[in-house]
């Protein structure tokens, strides 16, 4: 089987990327039209859906194929599809606990990529702590009304659709009586107001809700239900959204190889720079071999558990190391940028992802939070009485 993926997926990115070059050049990658135009493009290619079930439009292949095609993404330099989150987050949570209404009304749109999600958890005074959520639904006729504040939330500006925890038990606390709700952008009273990042980008947004109508039957599993759900969406993020940027990682270490090589420098800062590269690439084989644990939990049928939080942190850190490597050894080179979305230049574009990686050991729960969970979960610690279960 993976033979078969292998060959037609190099076939086509050749293919495909060859023509996609000439309008979007390869440091273009993290620019929105860009990723918008990969994301139609796979769709049309029937390659975002490889791991669901036929009967569900999807290929039926085995996570590992989904590994060795987002390398070869990785190795031909490919850019992230603009609705990653719903293939990789969304996606695999309703195969697991959609209805069967729901997996016919919203995985068709995301395989052919007509409909782009976004998450909505964080509030303000509630990321790490995400159990405060204060977003709340009240009971009416046939379904909720949402009203609420959330925010940094990834491409609302583009989304169709977001999926949400919100509360939907009065007077409740905790992870106690939230629901995990499916919530149309397009309903009366969304507001989305966008914020602009360091990179000079706008990816992420504030989302007010007020008096936003949603049906019962946007509730995916039971009302009150919502924290379970969206704790197994957390390790579908930390273990297989995240899993292409693994990959991505090493062909980044590849580069500052490259850099270094070509590098003009004494002797001894040679020497310094090649145990900085020494040391990322060591952690970036424990990545690959966490990379490979993750994938066998998924494979039976199991969700990454909390073997993606190892991952994540891993990879954040890791990251933020490998990108500072090139900064640096780019010397003067990297005094520029970041340049305005699809005006990067190469220095530029590193310039970019040094800003970008300071906010990756954040997104999807700190370093912080990661080891807590590290500590309790896997090493059993005592738990902190303070802290969330985030
Ligand atoms: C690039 C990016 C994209 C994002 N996209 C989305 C999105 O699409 N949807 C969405 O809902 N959210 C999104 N977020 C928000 C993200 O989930 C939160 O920023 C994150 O959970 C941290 O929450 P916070 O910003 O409120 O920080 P806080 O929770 O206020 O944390 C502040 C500091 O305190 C530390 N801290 C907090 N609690 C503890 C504890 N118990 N133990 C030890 N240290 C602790 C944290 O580690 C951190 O250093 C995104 C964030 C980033 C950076």
């Known amino acids: 089987m993976k033979q078969d993926i292998v060959a037609e997926a190099t076939s086509w990115l050749e293919k495909t990327l060859a023509v996609f070059r000439e309008e979007f050049p390869a440091h273009a990658n993290p620019s929105q039209p860009c990723r918008i135009r990969w994301n139609a493009l796979l769709c049309d290619a029937d390659l975002v859906a490889l791991t669901w079930p036929e009967e569900l439009g999807g290929r039926g292949l085995p996570t590992s194929d989904l590994i060795a095609f987002h390398e070869l993404c990785a190795k031909h330099g490919a850019p992230q599809p603009i609705n990653s989150i719903a293939h990789s987050i969304l996606a695999p949570t309703l195969l697991q606990f959609g209805t069967d209404t729901q997996k016919s009304r919203f995985l068709p749109g995301i395989r052919a990529g007509t409909e782009v999600w976004c998450q909505g958890y964080s509030e303000p005074g509630s990321g790490s702590d995400l159990a405060s959520v204060r977003t709340r639904a009240a009971r009416v006729d046939g379904g909720w009304l949402v009203n609420g ?59 007010f809700f007020e008096n936003v109508h949603v049906t019962d039957d946007n509730i995916v599993g039971e009302v009150g239900e919502g924290w379970r759900i969206a704790m197994a969406a957390a390790e579908f993020e930390r273990g ?85 490597l090139q900064l640096d050894l780019l010397g003067d080179r990297g005094g520029v940028g970041p340049e305005a979305e699809g005006e990067y230049t190469e220095a530029a574009a590193v310039v970019r992802e040094f800003l970008w990686s300071r906010a990756e050991t954040i997104v999807a729960g700190t370093s912080e939070i990661q080891r807590n969970i590290i500590a309790e979960r896997i090493l059993g610690l005592p738990k902190d009485k303070n802290a969330n279960a985030n």
């Open 240 to 324: 297989i959204y995240f899993l292409p940027r693994v990959v991505q990682l090493e062909h980044e270490l590849h580069r500052a190889q490259m850099l270094l090589e070509d590098a003009k420098l004494n002797a001894s800062d040679a020497s310094s720079y090649r145990s900085r590269l020494l040391d990322v690439r060591d952690s970036c084989q424990v990545i690959r071999w966490r990379v490979e644990k993750v994938v066998s939990q998924v494979a039976a049928g199991k969700t990454p558990g909390t073997g993606g939080a190892i991952l994540k942190l891993l990879w954040s850190e890791t990251r933020q190391k490998v990108v500072e």
């Open 149 to 207: 504040h959330k925010i940094w939330t990834t491409q609302a500006h583009l989304a169709r659709w977001c999926f949400a925890l919100v509360r939907t038990e009065p007077g409740s606390v905790g992870h106690r009586g939230l629901s995990f709700m499916l919530v149309d952008m397009k309903s009366p009273g969304v507001r989305v107001e966008p914020i602009r990042q360091l990179t000079g980008e706008a990816d992420y947004n504030e989302v």
